[in-house]
């Protein structure tokens, strides 16, 4: 089981990028795929989680209204597309795979890409 992260860089203050989570050695439409972060000098924090049980999809309030989670499952890759971003989101971005399907317990780690919001 292996979760690849990529599309991090630096942009702007309000501007976008889009994050890609791809998944090998397991279809991951059987997981829930959440994304987290961490900035310099702070705890983990979750961002966002897709389950394919139902469908359902949840942000954090920090991101509500400028992030938005999707999934592809013939690619088998989850996307994040960030806009509007600010500096306080800048972090390493990780994706994560829970096998329950709930968002809530995360068994597989893929490695960062770090995101840097300046000008």
């Known amino acids: 089981v292996q979760l690849q992260a990529s599309g991090g860089g630096l942009v702007q203050p309000g501007g976008s990028l889009r994050l890609s989570c791809a998944a090998s050695?397991?279809?991951?439409?059987?997981?829930?795929i959440g994304w987290f972060r961490r900035a310099p000098g702070k705890e983990r924090e979750w961002v966002s989680c897709i389950s394919n049980s139902d469908g359902s999809i949840i942000y954090a309030d920090s991101v509500k209204g400028r992030f938005t989670i999707s999934r592809d499952n013939a690619k088998n890759t989850v996307y994040l597309q960030m806009n509007s971003l600010k500096p306080e989101d800048t972090a390493v971005y990780y994706c994560?795979?829970?096998?329950?399907?709930?968002?809530?317990?995360?068994?597989?780690w893929g490695q960062g890409t770090l995101v840097t919001v300046s000008s």
């Open positions: 994560a795979a829970d096998p329950s399907m709930l968002c809530e317990v995360y068994e597989y």
């Open positions: 050695g397991f279809t991951s439409d059987r997981y829930a």
